[in-house]
């Protein structure tokens, strides 16, 4: 299941519920997240794809700040060809998966959509110089973006 939240100080929000029931080799239990502007949720979906199937066949979840670069754009008139998994704008309280005892049991992973460029930078200098680069988190949600880097 998918949920849309529009938090009043943040984008559109894509979260899963029931990702972590799936089983994966590392034994990490993750939801997933993907942050898009207003009437681009159907690429968040296509990014959940990518990473569910992946969990679903492969039993491997996405690296935190280690991009996943596909060579080509996976979303069809679009530059956006990378995942990246980063903390969220929110905080790591929002990261957390807790049961009913507060115990943490899993997390969020939030996805960001990018360039090939972007996830250059973000590889081999880090999320926070590339959020440097191109001024703001919120520069790297619109998925019709080219490459700013």
Do not use: C, Y
């Not at 492969?58 to 996976?74: E, I, Y």
């Not at 790591?92 to 969020?108: K, L, P, Y």
């Amino acid at each position: 299941m998918v949920i849309e939240k529009r938090p009043e100080d943040g984008p559109v929000t894509i979260l899963t519920s029931g990702v972590s029931r799936l089983v994966t080799d590392s034994g990490e239990r993750i939801e997933l997240a993907v942050e898009v502007v207003d009437g681009q949720q159907g690429a968040a979906m296509v990014a959940l794809r990518i990473v569910i199937n992946e969990i679903a066949t492969n039993r491997r979840v996405p690296p935190v700040l280690a991009p996943w670069r596909n060579g080509t754009p996976f979303l069809n008139g679009t530059a956006i060809s990378a995942l990246l998994v980063t903390p969220s704008r929110w905080g790591a309280s929002f990261d957390e998966i807790r049961n009913e005892a507060g115990q943490v049991v899993g997390h969020v992973r939030t996805l960001r959509l990018l360039t090939d460029g972007e996830a250059a930078v973000a590889g081999e200098r880090g999320w926070d110089a590339l959020v440097a680069e191109v001024g703001s988190v919120d520069a790297l949600l619109d998925v019709e973006r080219g490459d700013r880097v």
